[in-house]
């Protein structure tokens, strides 16, 4: 994996409205880690990299509007993969649908998450928003601030979505009936 430096990153991105081969500084930097979270978030590996290729070619028609307000290009790239992947999630939301109602059975499964499947299970269990947050967190190891920038947040609704997340898997897993998990998953977020 080669090294972020978050300035190093602006200014090459910068470079690269007047270079535009400079891009690949960007991609070279970014693109497996991406990946990585979009493939842990979707389960498809080729799906994965569709949207991986779909963000870097969104943030290359982009980059001159990139402002960074702190957070940075990587959170920026986040926020692209993150917003690309919920269309993904709704148009396979809606292919399902489709699928069921044209065969009258219950639709197919989605891709299971990576890993234990306890683990898969219990974060099912999490609503969407608090699903971004934690995965975002864990798996593409972002920092508070850059999942703010990514999903558009205050720092404080990422840290109390962050802590429910973590209580509710905490209770899921350990089997804990009497911790309320009055709220679901919802497909509308």
Do not use: C, K
Not at 1 to 16: G, N, Y
Not at 91 to 99: H, K, Q
Not at 138 to 157: C, F, H, K, R
């Amino acid at each position: 994996m080669i090294a972020s430096d978050a300035d190093a990153d602006a200014r090459t991105l910068h470079r690269s409205v007047r270079e535009p081969a400079a891009f690949r500084g960007v991609f070279e930097v970014h693109h497996a880690a991406i990946r990585r979270y979009l493939h842990h978030r979707i389960g498809d590996p080729g799906i994965a990299e569709d949207l991986a290729a779909e963000t870097f070619a969104r943030a290359f028609a982009a980059r001159a509007s990139f402002a960074d307000q702190g957070a940075g290009v990587r959170a920026w790239l986040f926020a692209i993969a993150t917003n690309l992947l919920r269309d993904e999630l709704r148009a396979a939301t809606r292919r399902r649908a489709l699928t069921e109602r044209l065969r009258r059975e219950p639709a197919a499964q989605v891709a299971p998450l990576p890993g234990d499947p306890e683990l898969a299970a219990a974060l099912r269990t999490l609503r969407r928003d608090e699903l971004d947050v934690l995965l975002l967190f864990a798996w593409a190891e972002l920092s508070y601030d850059e999942i703010a920038a990514a999903l558009a947040l205050p720092v404080g609704t990422v840290r109390s979505r962050l802590h429910r997340a973590r209580r509710r898997l905490r209770a899921v897993l350990a089997g804990d009936p009497e911790t309320p998990l009055t709220t679901t998953r919802s497909t509308a977020r």
